[in-house]
């Protein structure tokens, strides 16, 4: 049996972890800039706030509410994230689960013997949330597909559930996937869901009973045809495989307020792609394109999200590489001839293409011992960055005033990773 084990409004319930007098109250968490709500907790979506929603269209109902407002504190949920999957390694076994996303895991259950998997979902859920305090939804199933509908189903009434669901017999399956709608099914998205619905597929009972070579012309071939088994019961999907593969890793920020100098361009291209660079180095991967764009400001635009055509450009790197300052150059370099003098810019980014694994990279032989030890480096610099936070240690292509920075204006305490923020017990 597989499970998934999904944080109930993850950022939302971060943030009321460490604020009890929230716990009944609507609260809601901020995209990046402060533009767009990303986090609602159930009392906020029961007054209306709606899900990526743009937040001044929402500030009548956040204040007639009173809905507790906060920035994004991405350092908070990525260490209550790391507690939560700590917490399930502990529960499973390490090598028993897979990471998803920051708040989402598949775990094996394949060494648990028990004929009442309702109990086995529920001790996850009440240790989870006993040793963190973040509360969890559990769903159980054969395949990693349907324990994703499982999942879905738990969350559904969660007073009603308990926040778990289990689908372990055939006739538990069928009626759960006659439940779920073909969008909602892990894989299909907006254009496939769409493509479906044409040929009266519209639930996932409907895509589970078609033939096989039917469905994989229609869904891609042998990814149709995995989809397929998964929905019927059949294992296809190995523990740190998904449907699909993350070809690309991009990091990209709106601007606090508009720039129109290059030296801020830089700046913010240097830090997003130490960003990218981290985030590659922590797959254990590298790469061998690099891809910038920045997007200019309609002045004489009246709406605040307005902006004008997307400027871009990429380089294809001689050898793939997931060292910083071998990602920064050409990427600077890249941002530098993009830039035009008299234009305001509010958004910029830089994506990373061509990925491999590293040990597919070739040695080179000519190079000094010490080219080939920069990696070390390099997880020197994220370990202390990790522990200490903020960037302690940095490129200066970087910077240091930021004057690009993003609006933060409802941010909250680091309470696990900062001395200063520590919670006081009275």
Known sequence: MRAIVDCNSFYCSCERLFRPDLEQQPVIVLSNNDGCIISRSDEAKAVGVGMAAPFFKNREIIQQYKVATFSSNYNLYGDMSRRVMDTLRAIVGND?????????????LDTIATDNWEQVALDIREKVELWTGIKVSVGIAPTKVLSKVANRLAKKSKQQTRCIWVL????????????????????????????LKRFGIHTAFDLSIKNFDWLSK???????????RELRGIESLDMKEELTEKKMIATTRMFGTPVNNVKDIKEAIATYTTRAAEKLRRQHSAASIVSVFIIPKEVSSGSRFRHGPTISSYTTLPVATSLTHELIKPAVQLAERLFEEGRLYKKAGVTLSGIVPDENIQGNLFAPPAKNRERFLMEMIDNVNFSMRDDVLK?????????????????SPKYTSRWEDLCKVK
């Open 96 to 108: 028993n689960v897979e990471v998803y996303s920051v708040d989402e895991a598949f775990l094996k």
């Open 395 to 411: 490129f200066a292509t970087a910077g240091t005033t930021k004057n690009w920075k993003m609006q933060q204006n409802f941010h």
């Open 168 to 195: 372990d017999t055939p006739v538990k399956i069928q009626q759960a996937l006659q439940k779920t709608a073909v969008e909602d099914v892990w894989g299909i998205g907006y254009q496939y869901a769409e493509m």
């Open 218 to 228: 229609k869904l891609g071939g042998i990814t149709g045809a995995r989809l397929l």
